[in-house]
């Protein structure tokens, strides 16, 4: 049963969401009737290329060496009926100031101020685990009661028993956070684990 239900959610990812728009003033937002799933995370903590994997693809999302180069809300459109949202990187991105400001007052607007935004899928570095600028977006989103779920990273890189440990860690954060989900997803982009998990997940919103 569980094998059928992973197959039929993995035939809806095979089919790849349109890229729609690049968002760089709010004004230029989309309408606000579908359901909307937003992707978010440090820069360089591998969040395009778990999108990419989530579709069985290299070339949804672009990945960069350079942290913190995407500076724009990357807008696909999903089976017609789902929006997804590719946020910038947070953290230290290779821009002046600012710049850097302004995108910060933008990110922040359009989390409080997205009625149809369901859920925000916030990547986590599994070998570095939370962060300060990670803190920082959980309050953002506490304030903005917008629901948010924490994604491990790159867990293929780190031993079973250290994945316990900041499993552990993090939900031991996650208690002091009224928006955060207390289950955490596991995933390694490289190796393809986790992902039906989180297509699951994704998949509840269509």
Known sequence: MESAHQNSVQKLFSVPPKFMLSVAKLEQLPPDDKNEVAFAGRS????????????????????????????????????????????????????????????QNVL??????R????????????????????????????????????????????????LEKIKKQILEKLETHPAAFNEILATSSEKKIGLDDLRTQIASFL
């Open 44 to 103: 360089n903590v591998g969040k395009s290329s778990l999108i990419n994997a989530l579709f069985f693809r290299k070339d949804v999302a672009k990945t960069s060496s350079t942290p913190g180069r995407t500076q724009q809300l990357n807008y696909f459109d999903f089976l017609g009926k789902m929006y997804l949202v590719d946020l910038p990187g947070y953290g230290y991105a290779k821009a002046p100031i600012a710049e850097v400001k302004r995108w």
């Open 115 to 162: 009625v149809n935004l369901r859920r925000v899928f916030l990547a986590i570095d599994s070998r570095i685990g939370i962060k300060d600028t990670d803190e920082e977006i959980f309050k953002l989103l506490d304030t903005a009661a917008v629901p948010y779920q924490i994604v491990l990273t790159k867990i293929d890189k780190i031993s079973a028993v250290a």
């Open 108 to 113: 922040t607007t359009y989390l409080k101020g």
